[in-house]
């Protein structure tokens, strides 16, 4: 079976990481020092949701597998 053209968990992981990126980037700008631990908490957050989008990512795969093997 072909793959879909467009992943939107991937799209959503991708997007998720750009944001991070460029809010470690902007709190470092703007607070200097001051920024640590919102970096860290951005941190955080960026892989929290890396790792809620991979088990998202692998329960799909597996219903689509077992949805495959019935038919």
Same mark, same amino acid.
């Given at each position: #079976? /072909? ?5 939107? !968990? $991937? @799209?959503?992981?991708?997007? %998720? =990481?750009? @944001?991070? !990126?460029? +809010? ?6 703007? #607070? *200097?020092? +001051? +920024? &640590?631990?919102? =970096? *860290?908490?951005?941190? *955080? !957050? #960026?892989? %929290? @949701? /890396?790792?809620?989008? /991979?088990? +998202? $990512?692998?329960?799909? &795969?597996?219903? $689509? ?7």
């Amino acid at each position: #079976m /072909a793959k879909p053209a467009f992943d939107i !968990l $991937r @799209a959503l992981a991708i997007g %998720s =990481q750009a @944001a991070g !990126l460029t +809010a470690v980037i902007t709190l470092e700008t703007v #607070m *200097g020092d +001051a +920024a &640590r631990p919102w =970096q *860290g908490l951005t941190l *955080g !957050l #960026m892989v %929290s @949701a /890396a790792l809620l989008l /991979a088990v +998202a $990512r692998t329960y799909r &795969r597996n219903r $689509r597998r077992k949805r495959n093997e019935r038919s």
